[in-house]
């Protein structure tokens, strides 16, 4: 994969091997402790030097991506700009999270549930949705929780 000006490519032994025209060969290994888990991480074009990432409370924040580290809350600056998924990011590879100290959370809101309703259930839906000002998702979402 091409980072930046350099090629990164995990090892067999689970190390990272960073290589570029400027530096010799080096082999990063991943970091200990606990890991920081986030609902996603993408590399945008309009940011070349940063992640992305997607907090599990879905708050969007930024890093950068040298030097390879354990990132912490402190390191994460705010993004306040369109998701990733919407300006066309590209997904960092699972195989880089842990090098970050990053985790992706299993639990992340991308499950579709195809429900038949009559036209009459379909606006009942709908009204109960609009009185609790809510879109007709986060509506479902709510009850769903709630059980």
Known sequence: MKLNNYNVDETDDGKLR???LSI???EVAAP?????TVNGAWYL???????VAEKADGTLSMFHVTPFRRITEADMKP???YHPRKCKGQPLPEYLY???GLCRNDEILSEVIRVR???????????????AGKTVSEFLRDRIRGL
């Open 98 to 100: 842990k090098f970050y």
């Open 24 to 26: 010799n060969d080096k």
């Open 117 to 131: 309703l009559s036209p009459t259930e379909k606006d009942g839906l709908e009204m109960a949705a609009r009185s």
């Open 79 to 81: 993004y306040k700009a």
């Open 18 to 20: 960073v290589s570029g």
């Open 45 to 51: 074009e309009a940011y070349p030097s940063v992640i």
């Open 32 to 36: 200990e402790g606990d890991l920081l």
